[in-house]
DNA sequence: TCTGGGGTCCTAGGACCC
DNA sequence: TCTGGGGTCCTAGGACCC
C-alpha cells in the first residue's frame, strides 16, 4: 500500500503560518511578476477563482479587500517543504518525495489495521509542528491513493486521511470521480474521452485495453492498470536531473540587446550554479527567447539555439559563454521580448567529465573550476539564495530579482536571519 | 497596462547503417 | 511500368505532472 500525503493549498499555508490573520480569508499566492494565480485558499475557491487566473482579472476582489494576494516566496516554501518532508520520514521507514507539497509513504511491513492510526497521527504532527495542514490518501497504487487524498481533502468525515483498500471502496471511488480528475489523464484527454462517452474513472476501466491503447499510447494503458489496482508507475529515480532550465518573463518587455544579453547571463549562471550544486556538469546550453504571445498587435518571435560543449562543463564562464554564443545567433532587433530562458542538458555527474582529445585547455579548465568554488563559497554567505555578491562582468549587476515584479511580497521569515529576528 | 516556472516520458518520423 | 527489408539512433513535438 501507498499513502499519498498531500499539503492542502500548500503555498497559501505557508503564507499563513507567519500571518495568521490570513486564516479563514479568501488569499491566492500569485506567480512570479504577479502574473497567474499558482495557489488558493478553500474561500478563495468558493469565490470561483481558477487555477491560473490572471492575476489583473480578480485585482478588484483584493482592492475591495476581499481577497489577500501574496507575491511567490519560494525560499519560503521550499524551507517549510523540507521540514514537512522530515517529518514524514520520521513516521515510516521510506518516503518518495513527489514534488515540494507532495510525497508518497510506503506502507510495506506495517500492520493495516494499524494504517488510519498512523495517518492520522501523522496529519497531526505536521499541522502542529510544521503548521501545514495535510490530506493523505491511501491505496494499493499511487494512481488510487491520488484519487484518496481528493476524498480526504473534500469531505471533512475522513478527517484528513481516506483508504480505499477493498473492491467496494474501489469500485464506488471510481464511479465518483470524473475522469478529467485522474491522475495522467490530462487537458488534452479528458476532452476527447468525454466525446467518447467515458465520463467517470469507472467508465475508463470498464474500456478493453486495446480501446485505451489506440486513444492513450501506453501512458494510459499504465493509469488503466493502477486503477484497477495493478501497480505499475515507476519508483521514483535516483540521481541527478537530466536538464536544468533557468527562465522569467520580464517585468515590462526588452529591446535592448545589452540588457537582454545580461538577463541570460544571470540565467546561465544560475544553471551553473545548480549543476555545482548538484555535483553535475553539462553537455549542451540552449537558450530562448519569447515576444508577448498575448499582443497579437505586435510581430512574434521564438526563437531557440543550442550549443554543444566540447567537454562538459559547470563552471559559470563555460555556461555564460557558450549560452551568449547561442545568444548570438538567434537575436534579431526590432521585436519586444517579454521572456527568456536557459536550458542546460546532456547532463553528467561532474567527476564523470570525460576531456576531449582536442581539449588544450585543461589547465584553464581547472583554474575555472577553482575559481568557481570561490564564488560559490562568496555567495553562499550571502542571506538570501537569489543575491549574488561575487558574478561576472557580463552578468546584471544588482539583485537577481530585480525587474521581476512582487508587489506582494511576504518576508523571508525562515531564510533570512534579519527576517527571523524581527519576527521573534 | 496586466497572462509563471520547472520538470519527465513517449512517439513518430527522419537519417543513417548493412 | 517496375525502385527491398530490416535495424538503430536521434530529435522534435506533444502529452503529462507539480
Same mark, same amino acid.
Not at 521510506?94 to 489495521?113: M, Q, R
Not at 485505451?212 to 501506453?218: E, I
Given at each position: ?5 498531500? &499539503? ?5 499555508? &505557508? ?6 490573520? /490570513?486564516?479563514? #480569508? ?101 499541522? #502542529? ?24 481533502? #473534500? ?6 486521511? &481516506? ?63 493502477? /486503477? ?69 498587435? /505586435? ?25 551568449? #554564443? ?85 518576508? /523571508? ?12
Amino acid at each position: 500500500m501507498y499513502a499519498l500525503v498531500d &499539503c492542502n493549498n500548500f503555498f497559501v499555508s &505557508c503564507e499563513r503560518i507567519f500571518r495568521p490573520q /490570513l486564516e479563514g #480569508k479568501a488569499v491566492v499566492v500569485l506567480s512570479n511578476n504577479d502574473g497567474c494565480v499558482v495557489s488558493r485558499s478553500n474561500e478563495s475557491k468558493a469565490m470561483g477563482i481558477k487555477m491560473g487566473t490572471p492575476f489583473y482579472q480578480i485585482k478588484g476582489y483584493a482592492d475591495k479587500g476581499r481577497l489577500y494576494a501574496c507575491s511567490s516566496n519560494y525560499a519560503l516554501y521550499g524551507d517549510i517543504s523540507n521540514r514537512v518532508m522530515s517529518v514524514l520520514a520520521d513516521a515510516v521507514p521510506k518516503i518518495e518525495i513527489y514534488s515540494i507539497d507532495e510525497a508518497y509513504l510506503h506502507l510495506d511491513g506495517i500492520d493495516p489495521a494499524k494504517v488510519p492510526e498512523l495517518c492520522r497521527d501523522i496529519v497531526a504532527k505536521v499541522r #502542529k509542528w510544521v503548521g501545514v495542514p495535510v490530506s493523505i490518501g491511501v491505496a494499493p497504487t499511487k494512481t488510487l491513493a491520488k484519487i484518496a487524498s481528493h476524498f480526504a481533502k #473534500k469531505y471533512k468525515g475522513y478527517r484528513g486521511v &481516506c483508504m480505499i483498500d477493498s473492491e467496494e471502496k474501489r469500485h464506488k471511488a471510481l464511479s465518483l470521480t470524473d475522469i478529467a480528475d485522474v491522475w495522467g489523464i490530462g487537458r488534452r484527454n479528458a476532452p476527447k474521452l468525454l466525446a467518447m462517452g467515458v465520463n467517470t474513472a469507472l467508465d475508463f476501466v470498464s474500456r478493453p485495453e486495446e480501446w485505451v491503447r489506440k486513444h492513450l499510447h501506453l501512458p494510459g494503458v499504465r493509469t488503466w492498470e493502477e /486503477l484497477q489496482g495493478r501497480a505499475c508507475v515507476d519508483e521514483e529515480k535516483e540521481g541527478h536531473r537530466k536538464s536544468i532550465c533557468t527562465s522569467r518573463s520580464f517585468a515590462d518587455m526588452i529591446t535592448d540587446v545589452r540588457e537582454l544579453e545580461l538577463r541570460v547571463s544571470d540565467f546561465a549562471a544560475m544553471c551553473a550554479r545548480k549543476l555545482r550544486e548538484e555535483g553535475t556538469a553539462a553537455g549542451e546550453v540552449t537558450v530562448f527567447m519569447y515576444t508577448n504571445r498575448f499582443r497579437e498587435d /505586435l510581430d512574434q518571435y521564438f526563437p531557440s539555439a543550442t550549443v554543444k560543449l566540447g567537454v562538459a562543463a559547470n563552471s559559470a564562464q563555460e555556461i555564460v559563454g557558450a549560452a551568449l #554564443k547561442a545568444f548570438r545567433t538567434i537575436y534579431r532587433d526590432g521585436y519586444k521580448y517579454k521572456k527568456a530562458g536557459v536550458i542546460v542538458g546532456g547532463i553528467i555527474e561532474a567527476d564523470a567529465i570525460q576531456s576531449s582529445l582536442f581539449d588544450f585547455d585543461e589547465k584553464l579548465r581547472d583554474k575555472q573550476d577553482k575559481l568557481s568554488k570561490v564564488i560559490d563559497l562568496v555567495n553562499s554567505s550571502a542571506t538570501s539564495s537569489d543575491a549574488s555578491l561575487l558574478r561576472l562582468a557580463t552578468q546584471r549587476p544588482g539583485h537577481y530579482a530585480d525587474g521581476i515584479r512582487c508587489d506582494f511580497r511576504s518576508g /523571508l521569515y525562515t531564510t533570512s536571519l534579519d527576517e527571523i529576528i524581527k519576527v521573534h
